[in-house]
């Protein structure tokens, strides 16, 4: 008699897999690239290295600190969720203008230059104020990840700084020939998290921003070769799990 298949064991396996999967500490020393990061925080990282004491910064990571807080965090096409109680016209997803500029129907456009993510939604707070007599806002920036390679749906993705890798691949949708194993993280052209800290970052369940994450950056899916298919069918399951209430946007 065939013997039966215990999904069930199957599934339990994978999940005391990725609970021993070491921690990403290392990834935490750092605020320099974090989307949700507040101005405070960048500013102290500053601070030591500019007495000679404490945390040290490399000349790039420095770099990349003060161009945020003088330039801010937005660009050109990024994507920003709106919602201004009871202004229909007003709670939409809106794009960053020319001129790192927001324009919202009815308004004169807001200059987003020097705003940092996490200052977005007191800045449309004071914004809308001018205009409506005691409006509750809430805004999200969404970032724009890439999700290339052995995937179903490849492309790039406005997603919430909140959301983790997990969500992400579930997304997109795993290819029957797909290796996780082979999965590396990509910024600017060099790897941001080699094969093997790609897979620690997915079984950490971190976020984007907790992992460094910003816009731009590529989650690439290696493909691998014949004779897994059932055990990456029961892995992209798991990976699955909750996406259906992600909130996002996705450009073609």
Request: aromatic share 4%; no cysteine.
């Amino acid at each position: 008699m065939a013997k039966r298949f215990d999904w069930q064991g199957m599934l339990l396996a994978v999940g005391m897999v990725v609970s021993v999967v070491p921690s990403l500490a290392a990834q935490d020393q750092s605020l320099v690239n974090r989307a949700l990061a507040a101005r405070e925080d960048l500013e102290g990282l500053l601070a030591p290295a500019n007495q000679g004491s404490g945390p040290k910064l490399t000349a790039r990571e420095r770099q990349i600190v003060e161009h945020r807080l003088q330039e801010g965090d937005f660009r050109v096409g990024d994507r920003l969720v709106v919602m201004v109680a009871g202004e229909k016209s007003l709670s939409d997803t809106f794009t960053v203008r020319a001129g790192q500029t927001l324009v919202l129907p009815d308004m004169a456009p807001l200059s987003l230059h020097g705003v940092l993510r996490s200052e977005l939604q007191e800045k449309l707070q004071t914004h809308v104020s001018q205009y409506i007599r005691q409006p509750t806002v809430t805004a999200e920036a969404l970032i724009r990840i890439g999700i290339l390679g052995t995937v179903a749906r490849p492309g790039y993705y406005n997603v919430r700084a909140d959301q983790n890798l997990g969500d992400m691949l579930g997304l997109a949708g795993l290819t029957g020939d797909a290796d996780l194993g082979k999965m590396h993280i990509v910024r600017d052209g060099n790897d941001f998290f080699p094969r093997d800290e790609a897979r620690r970052a997915m079984a950490s369940g971190k976020s984007l921003d907790m992992l460094g994450l910003q816009g731009g950056d590529e989650i690439q899916v290696g493909r691998r070769g014949q004779g897994f298919g059932p055990t990456l069918a029961i892995i992209s399951g798991v990976v699955t799990l909750g996406t259906a209430i992600i909130l996002l946007t996705r450009n073609h």
